[in-house]
């Protein structure tokens, strides 16, 4: 089809079996901009007018949100990096203020205002991932320039257990 582009379509049933897929084919050469997961329940449905059933109504309609993946270790560093970021701009911004007394007392505060947005992301993550699990498993969509990137690409997720495994075409 000119002016579309070919992405194969991957769902997972465990968080843990999607990042090991992934790191799979960074490992064989596919870019991370290449691959997107499924958005928010709200937001898919915000965008289609109403909620889906099963991952497998939307993983073929061009319509649906996407967000960029993000691998365990992203995610862990997202949600424990708060709390010593903030930690140390207390430190920062009040070590020559007032002394160490009111250091300690604002780097504190910022650990504990990191820790709480660690966990939001946390809680949304998982939030997230559990929706997704319940209506069929998490879906993942990948990029590819041409048949041979498909071919390579579909071998890869089908090795790592991948089900509702297909290509398709979407119009630009």
Do not use: C
Request: proline fraction near 5%; glycine fraction near 10%; hydrophobic fraction near 50%.
């Amino acid at each position: 089809m000119p002016n579309s582009i070919r992405e194969i379509v991957a769902a997972f049933d465990e968080p843990g079996a999607l990042d090991h897929a992934v790191f799979a084919l960074e490992t064989e050469g596919f870019d991370r901009a290449v691959f997107s997961v499924l958005a928010t329940e709200e937001t898919v449905a915000g965008a289609l007018g109403h909620r889906y059933q099963q991952v497998r109504e939307v993983e073929d309609d061009p319509r649906v949100p996407r967000e960029t993946f993000f691998s365990r270790m992203s995610r862990l560093e997202a949600e424990a990096f708060p709390a010593p970021a903030l930690a140390s701009l207390g430190w920062l911004a009040l070590a020559g203020i007032g002394g160490p007394i009111p250091a300690v007392v604002a780097a504190g505060a910022g650990g504990l205002i990191g820790a709480v947005l660690g966990g939001m992301i946390h809680q949304h993550h998982a939030a997230r991932v559990q929706e997704q699990l319940t209506r069929g498993g998490l879906v993942l969509w990948v990029s590819v320039r041409d048949a041979a990137a498909e071919e390579k690409a579909m071998r890869i997720l089908r090795e790592q257990g991948a089900h509702d495994l297909h290509a398709h075409s979407i119009a630009l």
